[in-house]
């Protein structure tokens, strides 16, 4: 799934930062501003209070840590943690914009090469936002979007990235079978346990279609030759791998991020953050278990299609009734050339990565 569209919204709250932020920077207009009296200043202190209640065990830890805050037990000293800990991300915030104005400038650089460009600041900056909270001891808790944040995969997807040749593909599928026999010999299977991580299939498939630049959804698949209503256009294969287990994807990830590359100490955000976005989490069975799926060749390159205002229609859908069995069939007919969507929500559960401790 090279899905443009899945992109994060920032909390509320990083707004409020900012505004805080820039409260701070912009001179008051009366000599003095008596912030305790503020509604505006109440409302983001309990914003503030309710991000931080949700999130106090880290917070309180990395707080200790920087020797930031005080914390008592009762529930009074709370509102004082809280403006502590709002100071504390302010002095952050202050570091972070100086980190990010070299990186701006490259941006701008760039984008005046770019004809179309749909660059998305706000992104960029959340994420290195987001990524600078990060404890990096603390990866084997890291969600769905923290991993996001942390291989800066929004700043990795503002490039325009070249289509897999074959030999990337096997390169990949290789690594995978080779880190799946590393994480059974760091973990054996236990008489009954089910494998953490699969291969689908023995059977491979060729399906119609190719490979494309499809403007600014970025790579794309389309029809190789006319292709008939109900036709199949893509099941899985032995292309397609399964985690049953959250952390086993996720040690997959860091495993590709730190892989040895060519070029020694070269972190590899690109593998990475192309496998992170192929994966998508369905159910097996009808009511089975959620698992986290992808395909290591072309078919992960398949854009969205909805039938919503602002989208392209779909052409393919997963399975013939109601049931996505892996299989993809035409909806329509199509025409060789015409770029193949489908629409992700009939089998993917987008917002499902906490169910699978992500
Ligand atoms: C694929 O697996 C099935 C059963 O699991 C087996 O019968 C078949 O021979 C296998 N095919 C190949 C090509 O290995
Ligand atoms: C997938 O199956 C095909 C046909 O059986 C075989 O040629 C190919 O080597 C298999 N690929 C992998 C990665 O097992
Ligand atoms: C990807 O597409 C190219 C171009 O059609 C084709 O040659 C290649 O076999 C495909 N590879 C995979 C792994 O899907």
């Excluded at 690594?175 to 491979?204: A, C, I």
């Excluded at 039938?307 to 392209?312: H, I, S």
């Excluded at 050339?337 to 629409?343: K, N, R, S």
Aim: with cysteine; aromatic share 12%.
């Amino acid at each position: 799934m090279d899905n443009k569209h899945q992109s994060y919204r920032p909390p509320r709250l990083f707004f409020y930062l900012v505004s805080l932020l820039l409260l701070q920077l912009v001179p008051p207009a009366t000599p003095k501003v008596t912030t305790h009296n503020d509604d505006a200043y109440e409302f983001k202190m309990q914003e503030a209070l309710k991000y931080y209640s949700e999130n106090v065990e880290s917070i309180m830890t990395s707080s200790h840590e920087t020797g930031s805050a005080q914390i008592e037990t009762d529930g009074e000293t709370q509102l004082e943690f809280a403006s502590a800990a709002v100071d504390n991300e302010l002095r952050r915030l202050h570091l972070l914009q100086s980190r990010l104005m070299p990186l701006r400038y490259a941006i701008d650089a760039e984008d005046e090469e770019e004809e179309e460009a749909q660059i998305d600041y706000g992104d960029v900056e959340h994420e290195a936002y987001i990524k600078s909270m990060l404890d990096p001891d603390e990866w084997y808790r890291y969600s769905y979007w923290e991993l996001h944040a942390y291989f800066s995969c929004a700043a990795e997807f503002i490039k325009s990235k070249p289509i897999p040749t074959n030999e990337r593909w096997r390169d990949l599928r290789d690594y995978y079978h080779e880190f799946v026999k590393q994480d059974l010999e760091d973990w054996p299977l236990q008489e009954g346990m089910s494998p953490r991580s699969y291969v689908w299939t023995n059977e491979s498939y060729d399906p119609p279609m190719e490979p494309f630049q499809s403007g600014y959804k970025g790579r794309g698949l389309k029809a190789a030759r006319d292709i008939k209503e109900g036709e199949l256009v893509f099941k899985a294969t032995n292309n397609t791998i399964i985690f049953t287990h959250g952390h086993t994807w996720r040690k997959f990830l860091f495993a590709l991020y730190e892989r040895e590359g060519e070029e020694e100490d070269q972190l590899d955000s690109e593998t990475t953050c192309d496998v992170l976005v192929w994966s998508w989490i369905q159910r097996l069975v009808p009511g089975g278990p959620l698992v986290i799926v992808m395909d290591l060749d072309n078919g992960s390159l398949m854009n969205e299609g909805r039938e919503d205002e602002g989208w392209e229609d779909p052409n393919v859908k997963c399975g013939k009734d109601n049931w996505c069995d892996f299989e993809y069939y035409a909806i329509k007919d199509i025409k060789k050339g015409e770029e193949i969507l489908c629409d992700y929500r009939e089998f993917a559960m987008l917002n499902a990565w906490k169910n699978m401790g992500l």
